[in-house]
């Protein structure tokens, strides 16, 4: 069974900068898949990054950068310059590869609030 | 183009009632997602669908809890006898291709809330 800790109920953050959003996993399977999702109030989830477990680098989309270390079992989200739209609750979730299929399983998520 | 649409947006029921709950994929997905999200919860998986088939319904709470894609492509959830505890948003997604590393994109959801 997977299972995905995010222990921040609520960041805060000035606009323009950097914030990092804590994320530690437990899992058994040997492959597998790290994925950030935003949900802003409007509550539709939307995809930001992926890691794999097996990936050398660590990932990164434009202002997303995902702070993999495989040994601690943490995949942290990074936002750098963060922006007022980035107000909004955000879930890390993970996924085995050897089923075949996605079969996310979330964590309890985080609120970020952007202040100007 | 057209994102996962789901409908109705709101659903308000009575404890006992039937409910039915759509979700109209992107077009040319094959594999399409149901979760659940309570208050305050990260999103549950339900059921998993390669085209037609149920591959996993193990996310499924109880029997009842159906869902159905006949065609491949839209997908009812069905719930019989709702339960107050059923009161939550669900949500519909789908991607293009079942790896491990693929993005599933979301629809909004429908909010049920049983009376």
């Known amino acids: 069974a997977q299972k995905i800790t995010q222990t921040q109920p609520g960041m805060f953050v000035q606009e323009k900068e950097a914030v990092t959003l804590d994320c530690t996993y437990d899992t058994s399977d040997p492959s597998y898949g790290l994925f950030w999702y935003k949900q802003p109030s409007s509550g539709e989830m939307i995809f930001l990054i992926y890691q794999g477990s097996y990936d050398q680098q660590n990932a990164t989309e434009g202002r997303y950068s995902l702070n993999f270390q495989k040994a601690r079992k943490s995949a942290n989200l990074v936002i750098s310059a963060s922006q007022l739209g980035d107000s909004a609750m955000y879930f890390c979730a993970m996924s085995p590869m050897n089923t075949g299929f996605q079969k996310l399983v979330f964590g309890t998520g985080t609120r970020l609030l952007v202040s100007p | 183009g057209a994102g996962v649409s789901q409908t109705p947006s709101n659903k308000v029921t009575e404890k006992g009632k039937y409910v039915e709950l759509r979700c109209d994929p992107i077009?040319?997905?094959?594999?399409l997602y149901w979760y659940r999200q309570s208050l305050g919860q990260g999103p549950e998986f339900l059921i998993y669908?390669?085209?037609?088939?149920?591959?996993?319904d193990s996310g499924l709470p109880n029997d009842r809890f159906f869902a159905v894609r006949p065609e491949g492509s839209v997908s009812t959830l069905k719930i019989q006898r709702t339960e107050r505890g059923d009161s939550a948003v669900y949500l519909c997604?789908?991607?293009?291709?079942?790896?491990?590393?693929?993005?599933?994109?979301f629809g909004p959801g429908t909010r049920l809330t049983v009376l």
């Open positions: 997604a789908s991607s293009s291709r079942t790896s491990g590393s693929e993005e599933q994109f």
């Open positions: 077009s040319g997905h094959t594999a």
């Open positions: 669908f390669q085209g037609t088939g149920a591959a996993d």
